[in-house]
């Protein structure tokens, strides 16, 4: 009965390696939205919930939210709270506004991340609606001004460990998007469209 080659072996081994590290990269790649996913839905590593409405219920125990804005460096944004703070009520939906300015001679797109400390108060922090659920794209010199609808959700009233913690942080950090270079090129398409419409047709 004939054996494998040594080369046969070897060629089998190397087959093999490839195929774990390609597996290894998907899964590297795959794992960061399903971490994103994880946190959103569990709270972990601070990360506030998002819910599709706010509870009836609302509670006495009041809340003291403080708001920080951060912008990742590659980004020529000014970001920024409006309100430095805001008392609710546990269950009480609020709306608060931070504000966004593009600094650059360009569009760009950016994309906020956002967490909550303590991280103990992750799972409770809930958002309906959130300007950091999509990428948002500003054109050279534009300002907005981008809401966070928000509540406190009544579960806390039962956790032990946050009967005392009536203080919370909720902070964002704005990052140049992955595909801003999107942006550019589609405003530069519709310049080029604009410019051509306004050609005046040759006169015979």
């Not at 399903?34 to 919930?49: D, I, N, R, S």
């Not at 991340?113 to 534009?142: A, D, H, M, R």
């Amino acid at each position: 009965m004939a054996h494998p080659s040594q080369q046969q072996r070897n060629l089998r081994v190397l087959m093999m390696l490839v195929g774990v590290v390609a597996a290894m990269t998907g899964l590297a790649y795959a794992s960061v939205p399903l971490y994103k996913l994880f946190c959103q839905v569990t709270g972990f590593g601070g990360t506030p919930q998002r819910v599709a409405a706010a509870p009836t219920e609302i509670s006495d125990r009041t809340i003291r939210v403080t708001f920080t804005a951060d912008v990742a460096g590659g980004l020529g944004w000014k970001f920024q709270p409006l309100q430095r703070n805001l008392e609710l009520k546990v269950g009480e939906n609020k709306l608060a506004f931070y504000v966004a300015e593009n600094l650059e001679p360009k569009p760009v797109t950016g994309r906020a991340t956002f967490n909550v400390s303590p991280e103990i108060f992750g799972p409770y922090f809930s958002k309906i609606e959130c300007f950091c659920f999509t990428e948002q794209t500003l054109q050279p010199g534009q300002r907005i001004e981008m809401p966070v609808s928000f509540f406190i959700d009544p579960a806390i009233l039962d956790d032990p460990q946050l009967k005392k913690l009536n203080d919370v942080t909720l902070s964002y950090t704005f990052f140049r998007a992955a595909d801003d270079g999107a942006a550019e090129k589609k405003v530069g398409q519709v310049q080029n469209s604009q410019a051509g419409e306004a050609q005046p047709s040759p006169v015979n």
